[in-house]
């Protein structure tokens, strides 16, 4: 075990959303470089127990947790120096505290936002799994980027693959990107069939291990289409260079195709903790002990093309973009409601995509440019959404009432 002195010079990280699966990944990768990686502090919302095991194990100097966890998580770090809190506010103040050199955004949807540009206007570096914010507010938070110089670095593993093909490389040689998608669990199935997928169907991920709404957005094709809109702000490309082709076997992460078409891609296994790693140690890549890809038992790999018909989330991705203004703020906050409402049993699988469409049309020209119209808009979305607003949310929502919910 490295000792505290050792570890002066190691990068201080706030890691919020640290029981999730990004987050469990991201806490492997920091064991294994501790002369590297230092957890300063750390965010999760209900499962406060495993929040005070990672407490103990890494000695960060303040946690914060969901607020009816709160008793519970005091009394269990009572008397180890760690200081805990809670609320909104407190959790958008974090990357403010001493010792921050990075937020490693590993928590669910848009309430990602405030921290992440909390973070940046304080000039912190920036390692993001959660996409939804760059959907969400794209333009003022690049901007913000740039005026403050900071980096900020994807984990999702298809951006990670474009940012290690464009190493090196001019922006004016780059003609296309390739986002490979694994197609999901319902990959060849028909509209119909989709009509009948249950909760536990859409949460059985052929290729990756991860939380319930990403693992939702995966089986809509959705995830995909936050993933353009993502590359779009991230790569400054036109919508038109951005493809998406489905690769089911999920071992070339993305691709690059230059002006004389020749194409460089990245590929691994699809394992989060080496895109995790790499955002943190970039540009370097450190060792990491796992297994290798084995060549010769994968021995091809496939290739299809998306059934937009089927799955339609890239059509409205890309119609957002077109759009622009509100158009992906409205998208991410009509899907987010929607996915929430089917993982609570109060909505089916095949009206996720219908949702978001009709909400895109509800919200046409609204425009939204500063952070602040687009936070007000996302709210304005999820109200509407939450109370059943649009028939394809009511017509369940009648028999069904929804539980709880925390948009
Ligand atoms: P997850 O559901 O496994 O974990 C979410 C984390 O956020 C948990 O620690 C939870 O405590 C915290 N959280 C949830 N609601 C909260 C709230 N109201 N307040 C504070 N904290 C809250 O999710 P995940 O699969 O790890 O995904 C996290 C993000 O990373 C998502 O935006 C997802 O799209 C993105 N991402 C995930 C993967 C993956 O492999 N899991 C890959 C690429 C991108
Ligand atoms: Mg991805």
């Known amino acids: ?19 999730g699966s990004i987050g469990e990944s991201t806490i492997d990768v920091v064991r294994r470089h ?12 209900t499962r406060w127990q495993r929040l005070v095991e990672q407490a103990l194990e890494f000695r960060p100097a303040f946690v914060h947790v969901g607020e009816a966890c709160l008793g519970e998580c005091r009394e269990a770090l009572a008397g180890s120096g760690i200081e805990v809190l809670s609320g909104r506010q407190a959790l958008v103040d974090l990357p403010l505290r001493d010792g921050v050199d990075t937020l490693v955004s590993a928590i669910v949807g848009t309430r990602g936002l ?26 003022p938070i690049m901007e913000e980027v740039r005026r403050h110089g900071v980096s900020c670095l994807p984990i999702d593993s298809e951006h990670s693959a474009i940012l290690q093909c464009l190493r ?47 693992t939702t957005d995966s089986a809509t094709l959705m995830n995909k289409a936050l993933e353009v809109i993502e590359a779009y702000w991230l790569y400054d490309l036109g919508e038109e260079a951005i493809e998406v082709l489905v690769h089911p076997e999920s071992i070339i992460h993305s691709m690059v195709e230059f002006r004389d078409r020749s194409v460089k891609a990245q590929l691994g ?3 989060m903790r080496i895109p995790i790693q790499y955002a943190l140690s970039y540009p370097d890549h450190l060792p990491l002990q796992m297994e290798p890809v084995d060549w010769l038992k994968l021995g091809s790999l496939h290739f299809e093309a998306l059934d937009e ?4 989330a890239i059509r409205l991705a890309r119609a957002a973009l077109r759009q622009g203004g509100g158009a992906p703020c409205v998208l991410n906050a009509a ?36 952070l602040e119209e687009l936070i007000a808009l996302d ?26 919910g925390n948009l």
């Open 379 to 404: 709210r304005e979305v999820r109200q509407r959404a939450g109370s059943g607003d649009w028939p394809a949310i009511r017509a369940t929502r009648d028999a069904k009432p929804r539980q709880s």
């Open 269 to 271: 296994l699809p394992d």
């Open 34 to 45: 501790p002369e590297r990686f230092r957890l300063v502090g750390l965010s999760a919302h």
């Open 114 to 139: 405030e921290p992440m540009v909390r973070a940046i206007r304080a000039g912190r570096r920036i390692a993001f799994a959660n996409k939804e914010p760059l959907v969400t507010a794209g333009g």
């Open 168 to 214: 090196g490389e001019k922006p004016e040689d780059l003609s296309r990107i390739f986002l490979t998608a694994s197609g999901g669990p319902f990959r060849g199935w028909s509209r119909d069939r989709l009509q009948q997928v249950s909760r536990e169907q859409a949460l059985k991920h052929p290729t990756w291990s991860m939380g319930a709404k990403i």
């Open 335 to 370: 899907n987010e409601a929607a996915v929430e409402s089917f993982l609570e049993g109060a909505l089916p699988f095949h009206r996720i995509s219908e949702t978001v469409e009709r909400a895109l049309e509800a919200f046409a020209g609204h425009s939204g440019e500063s």
């Open 309 to 312: 018909d089927v799955f339609p």
């Open 1 to 19: 075990m490295t000792s505290p002195e050792d570890r002066e010079g190691a990068q201080g990280l706030l890691l919020i959303g640290s029981t």
